[in-house]
């Protein structure tokens, strides 16, 4: 199962992504499209990510549900409103954010399983994984 809402707006308007919060859920949190609170989920088992309060979000809503063309243009008229030049971003490095050699999702060190050689995969990968295949893995 992969998350859908990595990021979320800050009370100050600014994205954050999930990690950043590091365990703490203090603040109030909205969508990047619709603008409605979201809530960070940060849990010992699955993948950190923030969940709505509600279900009508284009974002989080069932692909059946939605008309495809409508989604597109809402989500591309939402965020091309605030667009923030690469150059103009600071990216930081954080030692506890790792990336699963399957479903190349980055996700806290805490949930995630060593596999050896500077090598992890998330635990939901890991539970379906078969061990035999670690080398077909490269690292």
């Not at 809503?61 to 030049?85: N, V």
């Not at 949930?111 to 635990?123: E, N, P, S, T």
């Amino acid at each position: 199962m992969k998350r859908k809402l990595g990021f979320a707006l800050d009370e100050d308007g600014n994205s954050i992504a999930i990690e950043s919060l590091k365990g703490k859920k203090r603040g109030t949190y909205r969508c990047l499209l619709c603008k409605k609170e979201v809530i960070p989920k940060m849990g010992k088992e699955k993948v950190w990510h923030f969940s709505h309060k509600g279900k009508d979000c284009p974002l989080t809503a069932r692909p059946a549900a939605l008309d495809a063309e409508q989604t597109q243009a809402t989500s591309l008229e939402a965020f091309s409103q605030k667009t923030i030049p690469l150059s103009e971003m600071e990216i930081r490095f954080d030692p506890n954010i790792i990336t699963c050699q399957l479903c190349k999702l980055s996700v806290n060190r805490l949930l995630a399983v060593d596999i050896g050689k500077g090598r992890f995969l998330c635990k939901e990968c890991f539970r379906g994984f078969d061990r035999t295949k670690l080398d077909d893995l490269g690292g």
